[in-house]
């Protein structure tokens, strides 16, 4: 099969390269990423005994529900940014139009989550000196969350829309392999934002591989195994920056589709890795994980965790959830400005290419920094943390998948031509299409999928060693119980990353200490 790449997807390839041939920057849903996102505990000085404290606004077992409305966030984003473009607003000189052309800086945030929930337990286990998780039930379960709904849509999208192109059985095989990335052209008609599922499937595969790289770094303590895990992400950032700025370069000999490999996205993927890092930090300790000499306060006082050793212009930059998510949408205008290259199918220079990769990486930290962080999360916690929000998010596996098809759908239905429609309409009846379809995906074929996890075997528990101390989360104040404080006391397992954190929906199944849906 060999068809030629849709306007679409040129657009968003040509964007990457001074060629137009390939590549990337797209559309990537974060694939339903997992880990239970759990605080630490540490000793409590006044009784000896273990306290953990949700978020201000989290649950008391810890799960974040603002990363779930995170995601449904970055997903309606994507397909605003799909519909603008297909429709022709994205060639206007309308302001709005500059904006939307850049709403696929969801990949960045998909990516920089993926990171962030999954290395988090190998990152707790290599600092605390503890066998990792079991590779074999991850694997089988990422394949099991990603790969039936994936299949079912690429069955509709190949038997209605590509079946004239399908010339042998290699045809069916690339698209169904999530081989696509690797052969030109190779991007099926409705289905072409599937490139970006390839991308996070090959990452899936190489984590535990790089699990392992970031374990040989060392250390003699929990700090030093910190401080070299820490330093381990930064250098796969740097790693991501170099080949992005490599491949896009005039006489490299890299394939045009390079733009769209792994290694191209590991910076990404690297800043959710120092996240997942930085949140299992160990406490007690009079070291910043950063350069010394930026002391925080001034206080003098020793640092007691890693948020208060944190220097505290990059805390605020980073922690502070107003601030920074300010900061965000800054950096999202000045990549809607030239500086980041042109909106539509014109090819973009080398260096508007790596510019707007870079804006995309801050804009990816400056989000989801301050809901992993200590504190209340403020506003955007709260908004993000709404049932109509988080109920998105927990779909938005399907609305990745489905969105182009309803697409397709609205512009038979309406009798719209492409590059020349009403983008508020057209954007409307893609939703209105997406959602019940993206619905019945998650309840029909992908959480029946998620009951083969027993085949997997037995989780294997990751204890935490009683002598390691770990950082303590900001204390909630609905929590009620023992302690000085009148804290309730709980113990959180380590975060395992065959344990979804953002599955409302399947808490019985997929949450230590749920029994029930809500």
């Given at each position: 099969?060999t068809?030629?790449?849709?306007?679409?997807?040129?657009?968003?390839?040509?964007?990457?390269?001074?060629?137009?041939?390939?590549?990337?920057?797209?559309?990537?849903?974060?694939?339903?990423?997992?880990?239970?996102?759990?605080?630490?505990?540490?000793?409590?000085s006044?009784?000896?005994?273990?306290?953990?404290?949700?978020?201000?606004?989290?649950?008391?077992?810890?799960?974040?529900?603002?990363?779930?409305?995170?995601?449904?966030?970055?997903?309606?984003?994507?397909?605003?940014?799909?519909?603008?473009?297909?429709?022709g607003?994205?060639?206007?000189?309308?302001?709005?139009?500059?904006?939307?052309?850049?709403?696929?800086?969801?990949?960045?945030?998909?990516?920089?989550?993926?990171?962030?929930?999954?290395?988090?337990?190998?990152?707790?286990?290599?600092?605390?000196?503890?066998?990792?998780?079991?590779?074999?039930?991850?694997?089988?379960?990422?394949?099991?969350?990603i790969?039936?709904?994936?299949?079912?849509?690429?069955?509709?999208?190949?038997?209605?829309?590509?079946?004239?192109?399908?010339?042998?059985?290699?045809?069916?095989?690339?698209?169904?392999?999530?081989?696509?990335?690797?052969?030109?052209?190779?991007?099926?008609?409705?289905?072409?934002?599937?490139?970006?599922?390839?991308?996070?499937?090959?990452?899936?595969?190489a984590?535990?591989?790089?699990a392992v790289?970031?374990?040989?770094?060392?250390?003699?303590?929990?700090?030093?195994?910190?401080?070299?895990?820490?330093?381990?992400?930064?250098?796969?950032?740097?790693?991501?920056?170099?080949?992005?700025?490599?491949?896009?370069?005039?006489?490299?000999?890299?394939?045009?589709?390079?733009?769209?490999?792994?290694?191209?996205?590991?910076?990404?993927?690297?800043?959710?890795?120092?996240?997942?890092?930085?949140a299992?930090?160990?406490?007690?300790?009079?070291?910043?994980?950063?350069?010394?000499g930026?002391?925080?306060?001034?206080?003098?006082?020793?640092?007691?965790?890693?948020?208060?050793?944190?220097?505290r212009?990059?805390?605020?930059?980073?922690?502070?959830?107003?601030?920074?998510?300010?900061?965000?949408g800054?950096?999202?205008?000045?990549?809607?400005?030239?500086?980041?290259?042109?909106?539509?199918?014109?090819?973009?220079k080398p260096?508007?290419?790596?510019t707007?990769?870079?804006?995309?990486?801050?804009?990816?930290w400056?989000?989801?920094?301050?809901?992993?962080?200590?504190?209340?999360?403020?506003?955007?916690?709260?908004?993000?943390?709404?049932?109509?929000?988080?109920?998105?998010?927990?779909?938005s596996y399907?609305?990745?998948?489905?969105?182009?098809?309803a697409?397709e759908?609205?512009?038979?239905?309406?009798?719209?031509?492409?590059?020349?429609s009403?983008?508020?309409?057209?954007?409307?009846?893609?939703?209105?299409?997406?959602?019940?379809?993206?619905?019945a995906?998650?309840?029909?074929?992908?959480?029946?999928?998620?009951?083969?996890?027993?085949?997997?075997?037995?989780?294997?528990?990751?204890?935490?060693?009683?002598?390691?101390?770990?950082?303590?989360?900001?204390?909630?104040?609905?929590?009620?119980?023992?302690?000085?404080a009148?804290?309730?006391?709980?113990?959180?397992?380590?975060?395992?990353?065959?344990?979804?954190?953002?599955?409302?929906?399947?808490?019985?199944?997929?949450?230590?200490?749920?029994?029930?849906?809500?």
């Open positions: 099969m068809r030629p790449i849709s306007d679409m997807v040129r657009c968003d390839l040509s964007r990457r390269t001074d060629s137009g041939g390939a590549a990337a920057t797209g559309l990537r849903d974060q694939m339903d990423v997992e880990g239970t996102v759990s605080r630490p505990v540490r000793p409590d006044s009784n000896g005994q273990a306290i953990l404290s949700a978020t201000n606004t989290g649950r008391s077992d810890g799960w974040l529900p603002a990363l779930e409305g995170l995601r449904a966030v970055a997903v309606i984003g994507v397909v605003v940014h799909h519909v603008s473009f297909l429709s607003l994205t060639n206007s000189f309308a302001h709005l139009a500059a904006v939307l052309a850049r709403l696929d800086v969801g990949v960045a945030i998909f990516f920089a989550l993926s990171g962030f929930l999954l290395y988090r337990p190998f990152a707790l286990a290599a600092i605390n000196g503890q066998s990792g998780p079991s590779v074999r039930r991850y694997l089988w379960h990422r394949a099991l969350r790969l039936p709904g994936y299949w079912a849509m690429a069955i509709v999208a190949l038997t209605w829309l590509n079946i004239d192109y399908l010339k042998s059985v290699w045809d069916w095989a690339i698209p169904f392999l999530l081989a696509q990335i690797y052969e030109p052209l190779r991007l099926p008609v409705g289905m072409e934002q599937t490139w970006s599922l390839a991308t996070e499937a090959t990452f899936y595969l984590l535990p591989l790089i790289l970031g374990r040989r770094m060392g250390g003699r303590t929990p700090l030093g195994r910190a401080r070299r895990q820490l330093a381990f992400g930064a250098v796969l950032v740097l790693a991501g920056l170099i080949w992005n700025a490599y491949a896009h370069g005039p006489d490299s000999p890299l394939p045009g589709l390079a733009v769209l490999w792994l290694p191209a996205f590991l910076d990404w993927f690297g800043i959710g890795i120092m996240l997942a890092v930085l299992s930090w160990p406490v007690g300790t009079t070291s910043t994980p950063f350069l010394t930026l002391t925080g306060d001034g206080s003098g006082r020793g640092d007691e965790d890693l948020w208060s050793a944190t220097p212009g990059l805390r605020v930059f980073t922690f502070a959830p107003g601030t920074s998510w300010l900061i965000a800054a950096l999202l205008w000045i990549a809607s400005t030239p500086i980041a290259g042109p909106r539509g199918v014109e090819p973009a260096v508007e290419s790596v707007e990769h870079l804006l995309f990486l801050l804009v990816a400056c989000l989801i920094a301050p809901l992993v962080g200590p504190g209340s999360g403020g506003v955007p916690r709260a908004l993000l943390s709404h049932r109509a929000v988080m109920f998105l998010g927990r779909i399907g609305i990745f998948l489905w969105h182009l098809l697409l759908v609205c512009f038979r239905l309406l009798g719209f031509t492409r590059m020349n009403s983008f508020w309409v057209l954007l409307a009846v893609t939703l209105a299409l997406t959602v019940p379809v993206a619905t995906s998650y309840y029909l074929i992908e959480r029946p999928a998620r009951r083969l996890r027993r085949l997997g075997g037995r989780r294997r528990p990751v204890a935490v060693e009683p002598d390691l101390p770990l950082r303590a989360a900001t204390p909630a104040p609905a929590l009620q119980g023992a302690g000085p009148g804290l309730g006391t709980r113990l959180v397992p380590a975060a395992d990353p065959t344990e979804p954190q953002h599955e409302s929906g399947d808490r019985h199944e997929e949450q230590p200490g749920r029994q029930q849906d809500q």
